[in-house]
């Protein structure tokens, strides 16, 4: 007997298109219905989560320009008739499920709390295989990389294993989401070597937002030693990165005196900690200057001022020294 295909969309009709999609190797394969509601952005909450488990909800005709994140299509061409059965599962429905757990997951714009809580309930072998086989068994590097964000934020140290032999076998992707689950399963000096290594391939202009996207999560004071041999020009996230990495007074004052960059990156660290002007990822970790002699605070970054007296660093010495209580500790 020769088995059929069905649609990707409503899983119950046959195959009659081949679509191509955002992914060459992996169009959609769907009913002359489906086919017509995916061109016109109507397509049923369920039908859009179906095509989100395989080809994830960022392609084109698919991602949130079109469809909420329950699958209800924002800007219809067509009426579509929309019954109960025809409404995506909610976290609730599938929690208990982890096949289901993982669809819904790729189905989310971001890793949230709520699901990672929700997975990290089940056990985490059993995570850990069906992670990989999903991985391996994709064509679709959005769905890869939600696999590997699962690693760093639900399976810790049981992925070790796993993310050594991903670095071993490394062709250049994925190289953020593979850092994030490099620093939750491997021991930091060895995490933290492997990630330099691979820094060491990116361009100056793209290595400031490169490094703060893979080293954040060691929050690492080694991570400041490797700034000071790298850094040769100034950007604001490497402020981001120092901000998070365990500052101390005595490395604020050090790179105050070595002139710029890594005196502008001094003060952007010494802002950063201030609650409202960083962003999401630094606040979440609440950073502070450490080891400070607040006696000297206001005497030090006045006199660094005197001798670069540019509007940026007036303006920033102004921030630093109105939330000194803040920043220092």
Not at 214 to 232: A, Q
Not at 294 to 317: A, C, F, G, L, T
Request: aromatic residues 10%; hydrophobic residues 35%.
């Amino acid at each position: 007997m020769v088995l059929t295909d069905l649609c990707e969309a409503c899983q119950r009709n046959e195959v009659n298109v081949i679509e191509t999609s955002d992914e060459p190797n992996q169009p959609y394969k769907l009913c002359n219905s489906c086919h017509e509601r995916l061109l016109n952005y109507s397509l049923r909450p369920i039908e859009w989560y179906n095509l989100a488990v395989v080809h994830s909800p960022h392609k084109f005709l698919l991602h949130d320009d079109f469809y909420e994140e329950n699958g209800e299509a924002c800007q219809p061409e067509k009426d579509t008739v929309v019954t109960k059965k025809d409404k995506a599962p909610t976290l609730r429905d599938v929690q208990h499920n982890l096949e289901s757990l993982l669809d819904f997951s790729i189905t989310r714009w971001f890793l949230e709390d709520d699901v990672i809580n929700a997975l990290k309930k089940h056990d985490h072998q059993r995570i850990l295989n069906a992670v990989k086989s999903r991985f391996y068994g994709t064509e679709n590097d959005e769905v890869k990389s939600r696999m590997l964000e699962i690693a760093a934020d639900v399976l810790g140290t049981c992925a070790s294993e796993w993310v050594r032999e991903l670095w071993a076998d490394y062709n250049g992707k994925f190289l953020y989401p593979l850092s994030w689950a490099t620093a939750s399963s491997l021991p930091a000096e060895e995490g933290l070597n492997t990630i330099f290594k691979e820094l060491k391939w990116i361009s100056e202009k793209e290595l400031p937002i490169a490094a703060f996207t893979c080293l954040y999560r060691f929050r690492s004071s080694h991570i400041l030693d490797w700034m000071e041999s790298t850094c040769t020009t100034f950007n604001d996230h490497w402020g981001r990165l120092a901000a998070v990495c365990f500052p101390t007074w005595e490395r604020m004052k050090s790179w105050l005196n070595k002139g710029r960059p890594l005196s502008l990156i001094a003060l952007d660290t010494m802002e950063n900690c201030v609650k409202g002007y960083g962003d999401i990822y630094v606040e979440q970790f609440s950073p502070k200057i450490l080891g400070t002699d607040k006696n000297e605070v206001e005497q030090i970054v006045n006199h660094y001022y005197q001798k670069d007296s540019v509007p940026r660093v007036k303006m920033k010495v102004a921030r630093i020294l109105e939330n000194k209580q803040e920043i220092f500790e």
